[in-house]
């Protein structure tokens, strides 16, 4: 039988000179998922990219005397080394400058435009340049762009427009009858009350004041304008409207788009009704999530509170940065970033709760066996160990059905219930009593202690993996795991006793090592 497929994207990226680390949130949060569903089995195909065009590149790359080809090749390079950094497990990334993409747009918008649903009219409004946006009059803010709160210009221009409006009974009726859509609730409500229900009106969909984006077929003075262009990219990338549509038969529709909340209104109303009039299914869902602010607001380069991830890896590693990102906020929230709450996550969490469990065990494994598990007929249990395997082993169905609903900071939580029950477990039992004890079974009751132990971080550094892709070898290795693939698989970890006799352990590096906050 064939795997399941499991198509899960994050929005493409504006190539902006430098991503900071709120940018790494949505990819980090897309990667744990994706990397979570290929452990349980799925035929995974995750995506990411960047979104080329439009007046704010072209403008960019005049001032600084290149392309703009030229000014996003390198930018795009810089994001993709980032990915690699972060240890992203993408497996396409796709550029709006791709020639299939932009061939499979030119054919979207003809079809739109050849079955009536574009038309050419022109548009009158209030223009953003810098976010190259038109506002009605009530949209603004104090007479400025309700985003940038930059000054606005009147301008008018002759546009093809998407006859969204058409689409707004059908958008209402399929998001009330599909109520995991768009997650998490309250993003849902938002969309009906604020824009659905108050009434949609035509979306303008090419401009003729510049020309760095795809060119409109049948009329040359336009240019594709930002959406429709973006969002093709969830099935183009698959090859919709290519020669070769193969891996948009087997991976669409995605199971989800990930999407900062921002940009939900798009996935859940533009994206539906363009895929609307194409006839072609809708995505299974669009989770929006919150922001990582900086003293309070939302981290961006124009504030100039940016946190750059390169460093932060550099300082911390790609594991300890991706902990923090999925641990620290309530996926859905907005939540704040500040060094102190990373390094106090880093200390505690991770140095302290796994990094120490795991040195501890492996010393006092070597000190009290010489590094080797005593066979099953020399050891007892000893203390709670009911307790240990229902938060480790007992714990799967939970952490599973969590990681199904994208919750990643409670599914850590739910994780590090086991590693923290561990830690108490040891002061519990007090190894070294036992080992200064002449009776023979404690002799047993230590061995059974260290079983329970390595048993215990056997599983933890299973669950831990879509969320530190490198902690968990490291911990293997020290485990004396390496290579022992058929008691590591992601369902090895509802099984209790797998760690087998006379496995070795050997001391590693140290995992986490502590951060001075100075
Ligand atoms: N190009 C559009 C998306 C088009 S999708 C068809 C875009 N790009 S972006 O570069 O501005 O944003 C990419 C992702 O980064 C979005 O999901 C956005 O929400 C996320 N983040 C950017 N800054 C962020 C924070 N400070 N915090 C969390 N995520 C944020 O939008």
């Not at 230590?446 to 971080?457: C, F, H, Q, R």
Request: aromatic share 12%.
């Amino acid at each position: 039988m064939s795997k399941p497929t499991y198509y899960i994207t994050t929005p493409i990226y504006y190539p902006s000179d430098n991503l900071h680390i709120g940018h790494s949130y949505t990819t980090v949060a897309a990667d744990a998922e994706a990397r979570y569903r290929r452990l349980k089995g799925y035929d995974v195909m995750f995506l990411t990219g960047t979104d080329e065009h439009g007046l704010k590149i072209q403008r960019k790359a005049e001032a600084k005397g290149v392309t703009p080809q030229q000014y996003v090749d390198e930018i795009v390079a810089g994001i993709k080394e980032l990915w690699k950094i972060m240890n992203i497990s993408n497996d396409r990334f796709i550029r709006t400058t791709d020639d299939y993409h932009v061939a499979a747009v030119q054919k979207i918008f003809k079809q739109l435009y050849d079955q009536g649903d574009i038309y050419k009219s022109s548009y009158e409004g209030w223009y953003c340049t810098p976010c190259e946006s038109f506002w009605t009059e009530t949209q603004l803010k104090d007479g400025k762009c309700p985003d940038c709160g930059r000054p606005v210009e009147n301008a008018k221009e002759e546009s093809y427009f998407f006859r969204l409006s058409k689409y707004q009974d059908r958008l209402i009726e399929y998001i009330e009858s599909h109520p995991d859509f768009i997650q998490p609730v309250s993003r849902k409500n938002e969309m009906l009350n604020n824009f659905l229900r108050p009434g949609l009106e035509d979306l303008c969909v090419s401009r003729t004041t510049f020309d760095w984006g795809i060119p409109v077929t049948f009329d040359d003075k336009h240019v594709v304008y930002v959406w429709v262009d973006a969002l093709s990219n969830y099935i183009t990338a698959m090859g919709y409207g290519s020669d070769d549509e193969s891996d948009y038969k087997k991976y669409w529709p995605a199971q989800v788009h990930l999407v900062g909340k921002e940009i939900v209104r798009f996935h859940t109303i533009i994206w539906p009704a363009i895929l609307m009039a194409l006839d072609l299914p809708l995505p299974e869902q669009v989770y929006g999530h919150g922001w990582l602010l900086i003293d309070g607001g939302k981290m961006s380069k124009s504030v100039g509170n940016v946190v750059d991830p390169v460093q932060l890896v550099d300082m911390y590693g790609a594991d300890a940065i991706r902990y923090f990102l999925l641990r620290e906020v309530p996926f859905g929230s907005d939540g704040q970033f500040t060094h102190e709450a990373l390094i106090n996550r880093i200390n505690a969490d991770l140095a302290n709760d796994l990094g120490n469990l795991v040195s501890r065990t492996v010393s006092m494994q070597i000190k009290y066996f010489g590094g080797k598990m005593p066979a099953k007929e020399d050891r007892l249990d000893c203390g709670p160990v009911d307790d240990i395997k229902a938060l480790t082993s007992g714990n799967l169905e939970k952490v599973n059905e969590l990681m199904d609903a994208l919750q990643f900071p409670t599914a850590l939580t739910e994780i590090w219930k086991g590693i923290s029950r561990m830690n108490k477990y040891i002061d519990e039992t007090a190894p070294w009593v036992l080992a200064k004890s002449e009776d023979p079974d404690d002799k047993k009751r230590l061995a059974g202690v260290m079983y329970t132990l390595l048993e215990g971080l056997r599983i933890a550094s299973i669950l831990i993996e879509p969320f530190m892709p490198e902690t968990p070898k490291k911990i293997q290795a020290q485990l004396g795991l390496t290579g022992k693939d058929d008691i590591l698989k992601w369902e090895n970890a509802g099984e209790w006793g797998l760690y087998p006799d006379s496995a070795e352990v050997s001391k590693g590096e140290v995992l986490f090592p502590r951060i001075d906050i100075k």
